[in-house]
């Protein structure tokens, strides 16, 4: 610190008088304003009073003098900058933003100075005389922000950081984040406008061509998404099959179903999530062939779904009201030789359950046995939340002994389905009656579910079973029993405290 100020001690002796006499006015200058602003810089202190009191002319050389004075305390500074953006007569300029910018990405990120600095960016668009912020302003704040922060974020071995020091851009990701975050909110044009002002600044990688893709494909924009996949190639970079598959997705819910067609059939290698994509669409045209076409090519590759994208293939064919198609795929399969467990008939029964598809549901059941694929307890769960839903407590019942006829054993989440949906539906001696069979059976019962079945036997009025209860699952849960006990007589007393 003695050096640099004797340094520049020395280096003021050597200019002309002159001159040497501005450079000491303008130090006294910043220095005048800066004793002002650490004397009177808490909130409850006059400090805009204090500033106004000096009868000095504000310049951009001032402000960014007294800026660099306060690098260590981003919110007085702030303060002073805005007191300054109010003199008569004087305006920021650019290097002005610029470095208050830059002084409040210099401590941790917070989403209030993120916000404050997107503010003074689109400020400075606005702002009279220039209808532009230029990319050089812009450019070194994304570099400051991404050197001091996104760096943290990485892990910091020696291995990773030899890697950074050789190929690392910093300002290439912190330029993604802010194009994401105008993508997220829905302001792609702008994220767009804005990628074709910097570019030649910031060269772009995937990820930015991705991030613009991905901005079109959520505003429903396919034509836009493409021509961005067009410029991503151009760019020497090969889209990904997430890529591919957010495009054909797109082109599907738009109903572009003929466009979304011709950009598969350049795919390379499509996974299973392509395939389904493509064939639920077809489905919902009512191009079953073209669909069960797509399905033989499926097998063909070996690219068999796994649970989820299986589900999301016979929960679009049911809701496109495909389900003879829907059996067609799993007949289909079995006939091939390909395994269709209780777990995928489970996938296809729950998007029949859920659709209330009450005849459809026994159906599938009948089928399951008939093959001898043995229903499972889930089977059976969501055949009585079905009926259940569907007002029709019998066929829950109905259900419940099925299972036991067919010597499925009955688990706990079972009888929670049976009880719970007995109570709900007013038939609550049967539901006591099962739920004296699981404390009987010393079955431990989801915490989560005591306050509701003692609220339902405190209707009742059965004391005897609120007893049993509270004993049974003080066995399991005698921990969770007891604070809740303590809570509520703390409750209590507060209240009579209130009386």
């Given at each position: 610190?003695f050096r640099s100020?004797?340094?520049?001690?020395?280096?003021t002796?050597?200019?002309?008088i002159?001159l040497?006499?501005?450079?000491?006015?303008?130090d006294?200058?910043?220095?005048?304003f800066y004793?002002?602003?650490t004397?009177n810089?808490?909130p409850?202190q006059?400090?805009?009073k204090?500033?106004?009191?000096?009868?000095?002319?504000?310049?951009?050389?001032?402000?960014e003098g007294?800026?660099?004075r306060?690098?260590?305390?981003?919110?007085?500074?702030?303060?002073?900058f805005?007191w300054?953006?109010?003199?008569?007569?004087?305006?920021?300029?650019?290097?002005?933003?610029?470095?208050?910018?830059?002084?409040?990405?210099?401590?941790?990120?917070?989403?209030?100075r993120?916000?404050?600095?997107?503010?003074m960016?689109?400020?400075m668009?606005?702002?009279?005389g220039?209808?532009?912020?230029p990319?050089?302003?812009?450019v070194?704040?994304?570099?400051a922000?991404?050197?001091?922060?996104l760096?943290?974020?990485?892990k910091?071995?020696?291995?990773?950081?030899a890697?950074?020091?050789a190929?690392?851009?910093?300002e290439?990701?912190?330029?993604?984040?802010?194009l994401d975050?105008f993508c997220?909110?829905?302001?792609?044009?702008?994220?767009?406008?804005?990628?074709?002002r910097?570019k030649?600044?910031?060269?772009?990688?995937?990820?930015?061509?991705?991030t613009?893709?991905?901005?079109?494909?959520?505003?429903?924009n396919?034509?836009r998404?493409?021509?961005?996949?067009?410029?991503m190639?151009?760019y020497?970079?090969?889209?990904?099959?997430?890529?591919?598959n957010?495009?054909?997705?797109?082109?599907?819910?738009?109903?572009?179903?003929?466009?979304?067609m011709?950009l598969?059939?350049?795919?390379?290698?499509?996974?299973?999530?392509?395939?389904?994509?493509?064939?639920?669409?077809?489905?919902r045209?009512?191009?079953?062939?073209?669909?069960f076409g797509?399905?033989?090519d499926m097998k063909?590759?070996?690219?068999?779904?796994?649970?989820?994208?299986?589900?999301?293939?016979?929960?679009g064919?049911?809701?496109?009201g495909?389900v003879?198609?829907?059996?067609?795929?799993?007949d289909?399969?079995?006939?091939?030789g390909?395994?269709?467990?209780?777990?995928?008939y489970?996938?296809?029964?729950?998007?029949?359950?859920?659709?209330k598809?009450a005849?459809?549901?026994?159906?599938?059941?009948?089928t399951?046995?008939?093959?001898?694929c043995e229903?499972s307890?889930h089977t059976?769960a969501?055949?009585?939340?079905?009926?259940?839903a569907m007002?029709?407590?019998?066929?829950a019942?109905e259900?419940?002994g099925?299972?036991?006829?067919?010597?499925?054993?009955?688990?706990v989440d079972?009888?929670?389905v049976?009880?719970?949906?007995?109570?709900?539906?007013?038939?609550?001696e049967?539901?006591?009656s099962?739920l004296?069979?699981?404390?009987?059976a010393g079955?431990?019962?989801?915490?989560?579910?005591?306050e509701?079945?003692?609220?339902?036997?405190s209707?009742?009025g059965?004391?005897?079973?609120?007893?049993?209860?509270?004993?049974?699952?003080?066995?399991?849960h005698?921990?969770g029993?007891a604070?809740?006990?303590?809570v509520?007589?703390?409750?209590k007393?507060?209240?009579l405290r209130?009386?």
């Amino acid at each position: 610190m003695f050096r640099s100020i004797s340094s520049f001690y020395r280096s003021t002796l050597s200019l002309p008088i002159g001159l040497r006499n501005l450079v000491s006015l303008a130090d006294r200058s910043v220095e005048a304003f800066y004793e002002a602003i650490t004397s009177n810089s808490t909130p409850e202190q006059p400090m805009e009073k204090a500033l106004d009191s000096i009868d000095t002319p504000v310049t951009s050389d001032l402000v960014e003098g007294v800026l660099e004075r306060l690098r260590g305390d981003e919110d007085v500074a702030f303060r002073f900058f805005t007191w300054a953006s109010s003199r008569p007569g004087y305006a920021h300029r650019f290097e002005t933003y610029n470095a208050m910018i830059d002084i409040l990405s210099c401590t941790k990120p917070r989403a209030k100075r993120f916000a404050i600095a997107c503010d003074m960016l689109d400020y400075m668009k606005r702002n009279p005389g220039s209808d532009s912020v230029p990319a050089e302003v812009i450019v070194p704040c994304l570099r400051a922000y991404a050197e001091r922060h996104l760096a943290r974020l990485s892990k910091p071995g020696p291995k990773w950081k030899a890697r950074a020091k050789a190929k690392a851009r910093p300002e290439v990701h912190a330029f993604n984040a802010l194009l994401d975050g105008f993508c997220k909110c829905g302001l792609v044009a702008e994220a767009e406008s804005l990628f074709l002002r910097v570019k030649t600044a910031v060269a772009p990688d995937a990820g930015t061509f991705n991030t613009l893709f991905f901005g079109w494909c959520r505003v429903r924009n396919p034509v836009r998404a493409m021509r961005v996949l067009e410029d991503m190639v151009r760019y020497g970079y090969e889209p990904d099959s997430f890529t591919y598959n957010a495009a054909i997705e797109t082109f599907c819910a738009s109903g572009m179903v003929s466009e979304a067609m011709r950009l598969f059939k350049t795919v390379v290698s499509p996974t299973a999530k392509t395939y389904v994509t493509m064939i639920v669409a077809l489905a919902r045209r009512d191009c079953l062939s073209e669909c069960f076409g797509l399905l033989e090519d499926m097998k063909g590759v070996g690219c068999l779904p796994d649970v989820a994208t299986y589900k999301e293939l016979i929960e679009g064919m049911v809701a496109a009201g495909k389900v003879e198609a829907a059996y067609r795929v799993i007949d289909d399969m079995r006939e091939k030789g390909y395994p269709i467990d209780v777990m995928t008939y489970n996938v296809f029964m729950e998007v029949l359950c859920e659709l209330k598809e009450a005849g459809e549901a026994m159906r599938l059941f009948k089928t399951m046995v008939d093959v001898r694929c043995e229903p499972s307890v889930h089977t059976y769960a969501l055949l009585m939340s079905m009926f259940f839903a569907m007002g029709d407590p019998d066929g829950a019942v109905e259900a419940w002994g099925v299972m036991e006829r067919r010597g499925c054993e009955r688990n706990v989440d079972a009888y929670c389905v049976i009880i719970e949906g007995l109570f709900d539906c007013g038939r609550s001696e049967e539901a006591r009656s099962l739920l004296e069979e699981v404390v009987d059976a010393g079955m431990r019962l989801p915490y989560a579910r005591f306050e509701g079945l003692l609220a339902r036997l405190s209707e009742a009025g059965d004391l005897r079973g609120i007893d049993r209860l509270s004993e049974h699952m003080r066995r399991f849960h005698r921990r969770g029993l007891a604070r809740r006990f303590a809570v509520s007589e703390d409750k209590k007393s507060r209240s009579l405290r209130g009386k």
